[in-house]
Nanobody, 121 residues
């Protein structure tokens, strides 16, 4: 499989914004769901946002209203716009892909290497 390559992480102060990008060649077609996940030190990896080929998006409650997932199939790139960041958003952010099964997403099984986001208070 073609690798997923994230970028756009960095250090930002609380209240700031970042936009993460994931080059997703080979995944941006009607067969794959795409998602962003994150893992903070000492914590389990958690789902942040997903987007289905039909356009439906899902968000973790902790990021609703602050983060926006989108994709540009022409590039092809997945994005995560993150606004009003807080220290609780600190972690390694991963791009991932999963096969779409009808209106649902299968288990995410294709992963990028991650990009670090650090939010200071």
């Amino acid at each position: 499989q073609v690798p997923l390559v994230e970028s756009g992480g960095g250090s930002v102060q609380s209240g700031g914004s970042l936009r993460l990008s994931c080059v997703a060649s080979g995944y941006t077609n009607s067969r794959y769901c795409m998602g962003w996940f994150r893992q903070a030190p000492g914590k389990e990896r958690e789902e942040v946002a997903t987007i289905h080929p039909y356009g439906r998006t899902t968000y973790a409650n902790s990021v609703k209203g602050r983060f926006t997932i989108s994709q540009d199939n022409a590039k092809p790139t997945l994005y995560l716009q993150m606004n009003s960041l807080s220290p609780d958003d600190t972690g390694m952010y991963f791009c991932a892909a999963a096969a779409s099964v009808g209106s649902r997403c299968a288990t995410f099984q294709y992963w990028g290497q991650g990009t670090q986001v650090t939010v200071s208070s």
